[in-house]
């Protein structure tokens, strides 16, 4: 009997606050379904046949970590809405004689009963749509579709025994929350007001300051390498510094409007200004927090989207020519030799097989070191300091090549002294010193910078800059760079293009690649001679496989992202009307009208509703550089694309912030005005 009361009382809790936690529990099962779904397919034996599949379920084997993480995090934020809504009641039913120990079961069989309802209702819509899921990826990577359908039990487990533990959590942290109150607290907790906060000019002064630093760093990288490192410490910058102005301001701002009596002593300003102060930390910590998702969902979604329409841009970025032959070999006796000039024979015999002509070809010896460039010298050992943040951006790719090369290459007649080079720089970097040293020896003099040099690929799959040196005679750079006791790569670059299809550049590639094979053999294991060829047409299937797994996870964060942006929407203006009810029943009887509250809820909800967004709109504009410099390591380099799609994401994401802020609040009004429904 006892033991029915308290599930009969735990059942009613949930239908008496109904507004609150259905979407609780509808969020619930969206955070299920989502993990249930990205299990399921990293999990699937689909993508073990489909080219690209295996990096497709490396990016959702990811996306599975961050989906643990955030649904803890964000479950544990919005179930304090839930308990300081319920804690009146606790309250009194812990006057009426409940202890916290019958209250504690009672929360028990409520957490267990929610438990049950959204892990059945969350993996029966994980299992539903699971196989359309995998059909959309399998659409992307350009696959088959398999219509055959299962349901993964593996997937079931993990998601059953993470959100058995989130729950549990759950459980816990509420426990300790009445453990540590009493009844008259429980009673009271819908009305304790919050002191404003201690300091709010050097709060409000120290995040504009932070801010901005954040701001500048991310304007002011030009490094992709250093975008890299950056990128996350400009992330937590601009995360502590939007709390600490949306704390502070929404304080600041609130003094500002009642200290101006011709805005503040107005019907519809007076009561919505007066809720903000009293709540002020809170107002502003929900702010910050839906502020941040915004910005998160616009950088994931505009990032991924832009990454994979320009998907086969970035491809042809990476492989310019249909194929692509390295020959790396130890000496410049090699680099001239038979080998070399067999495997070029070989590609063009197989070409010219099968009928085709190579065309667009380049070729060309070149030597590749690494190095830190201090003032105008390559130190080729790099000093311990390196490791550090601020070093990591000088350190750069070397190549050394012929003038003669160049000129053949370039279609150009420039002439060197034996002590002077000419220098191409990558990266949008620029070398401006008149002179160059490379390691030890002596200073060569740099004649001019060039504007451009032939694109052999290797510049788009570094994260460094790349400094291509033009001598006037190459085996005599390479023999005294070789005198310093460093090593160069020495390769010859062999790439061109055919007028095939790519099922017909992919059979050619395995025939090349056999023929290779053999010269590689015949050259003997520990000769220094390898050989390394590159296609388009069969590393397509690997780039886009790359990119629709970060479109595709990119889409699926960003939906969680946004239902999680709109939950703590929802929450903050129906807490705020429970809140608000009692002062717009008094402000009622004194003679407010319907509509004058209507008109109150306006000037409150748009006083502070906008601001999250326009703010994450500021956040993204000047996240845009680092965001480019960062796309610049998968090679995208359509600035028009990304300017578009970001542009595109923002205006998009903004239409359905707007209906969100028009359907809460309703919900707001709903809350405040039922007082006048009940009295009519």
């Not at 308990?83 to 309250?91: A, P």
């Not at 620029?430 to 490379?438: E, G, M, S, V």
């Not at 994260?463 to 020495?490: H, M």
């Not at 008094?586 to 109150?600: A, D, L, W």
Request: charged share 15%; glycine share 6%; hydrophobic share 50%.
């Amino acid at each position: 009997m006892k033991n029915g009361l308290y599930t009969k009382l735990a059942w009613t809790g949930i239908q008496k606050n109904r507004k609150l936690y259905l979407p609780y529990m509808l969020t619930c099962i969206g955070m299920v379904m989502m993990c249930y779904i990205v299990s399921f397919l990293k999990y699937s034996p689909v993508f073990g046949s489909l080219p690209g599949g295996d990096t497709v379920q490396a990016f959702l084997n990811m996306g599975f970590g961050v989906m643990c993480v955030f649904s803890l995090l964000f479950l544990f934020y919005t179930n304090s809405f839930l308990i300081r809504r319920r804690k009146k009641e606790f309250g009194l039913y812990n006057i009426l004689g409940m202890g916290k120990k019958n209250l504690a079961l009672v929360l028990g069989i409520e957490t267990l009963l929610i438990a049950l309802i959204t892990l059945a209702a969350g993996l029966f819509c994980g299992i539903l749509f699971s196989k359309l899921a995998e059909l959309g990826i399998v659409k992307i990577l350009g696959g088959t579709a398999d219509f055959s359908f299962h349901i993964d039990l593996q997937s079931i487990r993990d998601t059953l025994l993470l959100f058995v533990v989130i729950y549990t959590l759950l459980y816990l942290n509420t426990l300790r929350q009445l453990h540590l109150t009493n009844p008259i607290e429980l009673l009271h907790s819908e009305n304790a007001g919050e002191k404003p906060p201690k300091g709010n000019a050097l709060v409000a002064i120290f995040g504009a300051v932070l801010l901005i630093a954040a701001y500048v760093l991310a304007v002011s990288i030009e490094d992709p390498i250093a975008a890299m490192i950056w990128f996350f410490v400009a992330v937590i910058m601009v995360i502590i510094a939007t709390y600490l102005l949306f704390i502070s301001g929404s304080v600041t701002i609130c003094r500002l409007l009642q200290k101006n009596k011709k805005y503040y002593y107005k019907t519809n300003h007076f009561i919505s200004v007066s809720s903000m102060r009293y709540r002020m930390k809170r107002n502003g910590a929900g702010l910050a927090s839906i502020c941040i998702l915004c910005t998160m969902v616009l950088v994931m979604v505009s990032s991924t989207v832009c990454l994979y329409i320009g998907k086969e841009d970035s491809l042809r970025m990476r492989f310019p020519r249909n194929y692509n032959l390295n020959v790396s070999v130890e000496s410049l006796d090699m680099l001239h030799g038979e080998p070399v000039r067999q495997s070029l024979d070989a590609l063009d015999s197989i070409c010219e097989n099968h009928g085709y002509a190579p065309t667009n070809v380049l070729s060309y010896p070149t030597a590749a070191f690494a190095g830190l460039i201090q003032n105008d010298r390559i130190l080729l050992e790099v000093p311990e300091s390196v490791n550090q943040l601020m070093d990591i951006e000088n350190l750069w790719q070397f190549f050394i090549i012929s003038l003669e090369d160049y000129n053949r290459l370039m279609g150009a007649s420039e002439t060197l002294a034996e002590d002077e080079v000419m220098v191409y720089v990558t990266k949008d970097q620029t070398y401006d010193a008149p002179t160059l040293t490379i390691g030890t020896g002596e200073p060569l003099q740099v004649k001019k910078q060039a504007e451009s040099f032939v694109d052999n690929g290797v510049d788009a799959m570094q994260v460094i800059a790349s400094l291509y040196i033009i001598v006037p005679d190459f085996d005599a750079a390479v023999t005294a760079f070789s005198e310093q006791q460093t090593p160069a790569e020495l390769n010859y670059i062999y790439a061109f293009d055919l007028s095939c299809s790519d099922d017909a550049q992919i059979a050619l590639q395995q025939e090349m690649d056999a023929a290779l094979s053999e010269i590689e053999t015949q050259a003997g294991e520990g000769s220094g001679f390898s050989l390394l060829l590159e296609g388009v047409a069969s590393e397509r299937s690997f780039f886009y496989g790359m990119y629709g797994g970060l479109f595709f996870l990119g889409i699926l964060l960003g939906i969680v992202f946004i239902f999680a942006a709109v939950l703590i929407i929802y929450y903050k203006q129906v807490s705020e009307g429970y809140e608000d009810q009692s002062r717009f029943e008094i402000m009622q009887k004194v003679g407010m009208t319907g509509r004058e509250i209507r008109r109150s809820i306006n000037s409150q909800v748009l006083t502070v509703f906008f601001l999250p967004l326009i703010m994450a709109g500021v956040h993204l504009g000047f996240a845009f550089p680092l965001i480019r410099k960062l796309l610049l390591i998968f090679s995208l380099t359509n600035f028009k694309l990304l300017i578009l799609v970001t542009v595109c994401c923002y205006l998009i994401f903004a239409l359905f912030y707007v209906l969100v802020y028009r359907a809460t609040s309703r919900a707001y009004y709903s809350i405040v005005s039922a007082g006048e429904r009940d009295q009519a």
